[in-house]
């Protein structure tokens, strides 16, 4: 995928929560394409490795029939067993490097970076877009580092690859974080815990594409 096209297909990038039940989870994520998500990334620390793959099969089939970017966080092998799209590493997962190797030139691979440093690394090592953040201060992930925006916009201006705002981002700021250089935002809980995903995700859209 070209980086124009990556700019595009990352504008709001819907993170999953930990909620245990499975189908309330995909029902959120179709509720959120139907508001205008362009990419959907699998985020769970604590499941069993079935399930898991069971999970990722019915996202990868949503995902796939609206045309939406698919993306599983941390683990390749998940990646690879439910033919995402791609995969995204934070600092503590599989290098970036390791991750090229396995899923091949095709796939996506996004790194998180909190630091200039990290994401210079990232780019060298061939991520193809960053999740930079914490931008604001979030409960979704409290061992977040902080980022803030004037981080977020030095990273922009450094990096050729896209960059994606994460961290506390609602649709009342999020057009910040674009004027601030990223192409888009990833958000869990203001979609994720939002009482109507669909709108909650179509005012995200409006005001990244409001910049």
């Known amino acids: 995928m070209k980086s124009s096209e990556l700019n595009q297909a990352l504008q709001v990038y819907a993170v999953t929560d930990e909620r245990q039940r499975g189908e309330e989870l995909v029902e959120i994520i179709y509720q959120a394409i139907r508001g205008g998500a ?23 089939e ?73 931008v604001y201060p979030t409960r979704s992930k409290p061992d977040a580092g902080f980022t803030g925006l004037e981080g977020l916009k030095e990273i922009a201006g450094r990096v050729s690859i896209p960059v994606v705002g994460i961290g506390g981002i609602t649709a009342d700021n999020a057009r910040m974080v674009t004027e601030a250089g990223a192409c888009g935002v990833a958000v869990v809980s203001a979609v994720m815990s939002a009482k109507d995903p669909a709108n909650a995700t179509r005012k995200l859209i409006g005001a990244v594409q409001s910049t």
């Open 62 to 134: 949503v995902t796939r029939k609206a045309g939406v970017l698919f993306l599983v966080n941390g683990r390749v092998d998940i990646a690879l067993l439910t033919d995402a799209d791609g995969v995204h590493v934070g600092q503590d997962d599989v290098s970036c490097a390791d991750a090229r190797r396995m899923l091949g030139s095709e796939k996506i691979i996004g790194v998180s970076a909190e630091t200039l440093a990290q994401a210079l690394t990232a780019e060298r090592d061939g991520a193809d877009y960053l999740g930079v953040g914490a």
């Open 38 to 60: 362009t990419a959907i990334q699998l985020r769970r620390k604590n499941e069993l490795g079935r399930t898991f793959v069971q999970l990722g099969l019915k996202i990868r």
